[in-house]
């Protein structure tokens, strides 16, 4: 089971997923805000069959994502996005499970336990369990510390440290020390392995722009 950061095209680990591509891996169980597009990120292991289960909250883009669930191919489940994001802080904290009313009255709620405050019900979610999560930051150090820009910070700080191996990439590998202490936002010790990436295309998902006069 694998956690995989990013929200749409937008800090995914590009690098890692295409070594994974490479390693012709199959079985996955991946836990992603959803899965990019056909042709980049983690479609490029669904185009490969790859991945037997997305665990995600909501297709997007990915026209083959959306096939394959259809058809029965690939088993998805659908997971309101701050449920999601939440199982995996929760993970990264140790909280075994939350309750939370988002879900509640829905087919998400199938089979979970319900209990009511301040008069709301509320729905009963465990923390992920994973194996491996691929994070990519802007700047790391060689302590594993992790710096991340802009939108790019999206899933992946709650993903960091919420498996039993945290892979980061970064853009910029710089000496443990280096970095300004109050500017980190995730610590060492959550990462187990963190290497330099290559390139980056950093792809915009849609792009939408105003005619010219």
């Not at 509640?104 to 994973?130: C, M, Q, S, W």
């Not at 191996?165 to 000496?175: D, G, K, Q, S």
Request: charged content about 25%.
């Amino acid at each position: 089971t694998f956690m995989v950061g990013g929200f749409g095209l937008s800090g995914i680990p590009e690098n890692s997923i295409a070594q994974l591509v490479k390693t012709g891996i199959t079985d996955l169980t991946c836990i992603s805000n959803n899965a990019g597009v056909d042709d980049f990120g983690l479609g490029l292991l669904l185009q490969g069959k790859q991945i037997k289960k997305m665990i995600s909250s909501y297709v997007g883009e990915n026209d083959e994502f959306e096939r394959q669930m259809l058809s029965g191919e690939l088993e998805v489940d659908l997971i309101p996005q701050g449920t999601l994001a939440e199982r995996c802080r929760a993970a990264q904290a140790g909280i075994p499970a939350f309750f939370t009313p988002a879900g509640y009255g829905t087919e998400v709620a199938e089979g979970k336990e319900v209990r009511d405050f301040n008069g709301k019900p509320h729905i009963l979610e465990h923390a992920f369990k994973a194996d491996f999560a691929f994070v990519k930051a802007w700047k790391g150090d060689e302590a594993g510390n992790l710096i991340f820009k802009g939108t790019a910070r999206n899933f992946n700080p709650v993903m960091a440290g919420a498996a039993t191996i945290t892979v980061a990439e970064v853009e910029e590998l710089v000496p443990a020390g280096t970095l300004d202490p109050n500017q980190i936002h995730i610590p060492g010790i959550f990462v187990k392995r963190i290497f330099q990436g290559a390139k980056y295309e950093k792809r915009i998902e849609q792009r939408t722009v105003r005619q010219r006069d």
